[in-house]
């Protein structure tokens, strides 16, 4: 048992909580041991059952498909918290706090939405497909390999076979907020940061919770974004270009060396 519990303290905190709090809530539900997992607007704002928030965000299904949502949740997150945001977990649980509360909104046409979990996946895997390197591949079920960028689309077509329209629509939700969340944060396909990047730090005590150094906002955020922060994964990183400078240290500026040539007549 302390082998266990040693092997999983070595799974990074952010992805460690995700998978953990998605066993705690589900397996009790599919044992029928707890059954106030489900998002019932009326509880949660009427009878203050707050706990709903949480537990149906990570309210998975049953039998197989479960183990490989819960698979492909844990290698996306992995991915995600060891290379782009590597010594950064309280960022990127301060940023997944925000994209949840977004996907709540993002989901309302669809209502009633008793579980966020498939959305919440989506989301996870959509910023995991974008901020891969170039050329990356992965593996559907251990079937087929596929890239990495298409990755999310392929989910979304399977989600849509499996489950109908309704279930493809939030699958897109949960892209469209990845995607959001890609574009805000890190820059998109620009090689800069995104418009949000300056407010995507964690706060003070958060990074204190995770025992990293506390970042301040604007400065510290990602240095490189879109297809930069791909790049970065795969051990390329980008820079601007030096500009050279003249004998007395300043910048040169481009000019011309066309001589005087020759007159005409």
Known sequence: MDQVIAEVKKIPPVTRFFILSSLGVTLPTILKLFSAGYFVPELVFKKFQIWRLYTSMFLGGYGIPYIFDLVMLYRSALDIESKSYLHRSADL????FWACGVIM??????????????????CIVYLYASLAPPGAMTSILGLITVPVKVYPYILIGIETISGGPYAGALAIAGCAVGHLWWWTVWGGELAGQGLLAQYSTAPKWLSEWYGEAPRRAGRDAPAAGGQAAGLAQAGIHVTAPRVPLGAGGTPKTAQHAWGTGRRLG
Do not use: G, K
């Open 93 to 96: 649980a301060w940023q997944t």
């Open 105 to 122: 909104i993002a989901t309302i046409p669809l209502y009633p939405v008793y579980s966020f979990f498939h959305p919440f996946l989506l």
